[in-house]
T-cell receptor, first 116, second 110 residues
């Protein structure tokens, strides 16, 4: 099973709201990623969790707060977002955080976020 | 800045033809390379990966890697309208991170 699931599929929120995005994988992968993708642009890496610990934060504003409760789950907590944060938020996972020749990343279907 | 470059397209090919998608990368430390297909409004779907020089074939898809020239390509044989999508090339560096190219939009015309 090479499936990464994400909920919700769509989210509309105001600038004062607090919401969370969820991601789940049951492939036994030990690296999980959050990406942000704007229209007609490639995915931009936001955060990386390796063995449930945050290993990379690509200078993401603090209004985005990641959390990895266990090896299968990844959350992204959102607070006081701006309209320019509207985008497709993608979760991905890969088997081995330390690399290796394969270690392909599999993406979830994404959450389409609109900030009003 | 480590970069992956792709022609944004659109690349238009007739149905049944071979589509050739190209990608160059600047980081010689890149270890493996991935091709993702992304339909409009959907998430990237992994098609192939390659890490050794030469060709790797999977069905209608062939990935080619030339590390000396820092060049990766994806050939799609017998192109179908359903292949119309944006194709993202990504390079994985020694830190296990992916750097994506901007993507090439492919249009296969019936």
């Amino acid at each position: 099973d090479t499936e990464v699931t994400q909920t919700p599929k769509h989210l509309v929120m105001g600038m004062t709201n607090k919401k969370s995005l969820k991601c789940e994988q049951h492939m036994g992968h030990r690296a999980m990623y959050w990406y942000k993708q704007k229209a007609k642009k490639p995915p931009e890496l936001m955060f990386v969790y390796s063995y449930e610990k945050l290993s990379i934060n690509e200078s993401v504003p603090s209004r985005f707060s990641p959390e990895c409760p266990n090896s299968s789950l990844l959350n992204l907590h959102l607070h006081a977002l701006q309209p320019e944060d509207s985008a497709l938020y993608l979760c991905a996972s890969s088997q081995d955080p330390s690399g290796g020749s394969y270690n392909e990343q599999f993406f979830g279907p994404g959450t389409r976020l609109t900030v009003l | 800045q480590k970069e992956v470059e792709q022609n944004s397209g659109p690349l238009s090919v007739p149905e049944g033809a071979i589509a050739s998608l190209n990608c160059t990368y600047s980081d010689r430390g890149s270890q493996s390379f991935f091709w993702y297909r992304q339909y409009s409004g959907k998430s990237p779907e992994l098609i192939m990966f390659i890490y050794s020089n030469g060709d790797k074939e999977d069905g209608r898809f062939t990935a080619q890697l030339n590390k000396a020239s820092q060049y990766v390509s994806l050939l799609i044989r017998d192109s179908q309208p359903s292949d119309s999508a944006t194709y993202l090339c990504a390079a994985r560096n020694a830190g296990n991170m992916l750097t994506f190219g901007g993507g090439t939009r492919l249009m296969v015309k019936p």
